[in-house]
């Protein structure tokens, strides 16, 4: 099987800035290590998702694969955090947010995220020490 549910997987945008640095936080939070990560371009990626029948419709979200589901935009931020050490583990207690207004800040960044904070021509390399934690 293409994905391990004992491995949580976040599908990020590889060429944002936005995106590079909020995988970096992850990395550094979330210390049980169990968050698998890759881009969105990558031929994994591609994979993972095709394997799940996931058409592209929403290939310019954050993607969140757990237990063999996928979560995207605001709902796979919160499903994140619980993954996460406190206090950012608290952040999951915002989904009770109405899911409408959580999706439509989420959907401004992502709208805005390379005019805001720029984008790079191509995926960053994973620092040696986390290179086990990318697919």
């Known amino acids: ?3 391990d549910s004992s491995h949580p997987i976040v599908l990020f945008d590889g060429i ?3 995106c590079n640095t909020s995988v970096r936080f992850l990395l550094t939070y979330n210390r049980k290590a169990n968050l698998r ?3 969105l371009q990558s031929v994994k990626a ?4 095709k394997h799940l029948n996931w058409e592209e419709k929403a290939m310019n979200s954050l993607i969140f694969i757990e237990n063999n589901q996928i979560f995207i935009k605001s709902e ?18 915002l989904r009770h947010f109405p899911k409408g207004f959580c999706d439509w800040l989420y959907d401004i960044v992502a709208q805005n995220r390379y005019s805001w904070f720029g984008k ?6 994973p620092p040696t020490e986390w290179v086990d934690r990318f697919l």
């Open 76 to 93: 796979a931020a919160f499903k994140i955090s619980k993954h996460l050490t406190y206090p950012w583990k608290a952040i999951y207690h």
């Open 37 to 39: 990560f890759s881009p």
């Open 16 to 18: 944002c800035n936005l």
């Open 1 to 3: 099987m293409i994905t």
């Open 46 to 49: 591609k994979k993972i998702l």
């Open 120 to 125: 790079q021509q191509s995926c960053n390399m």
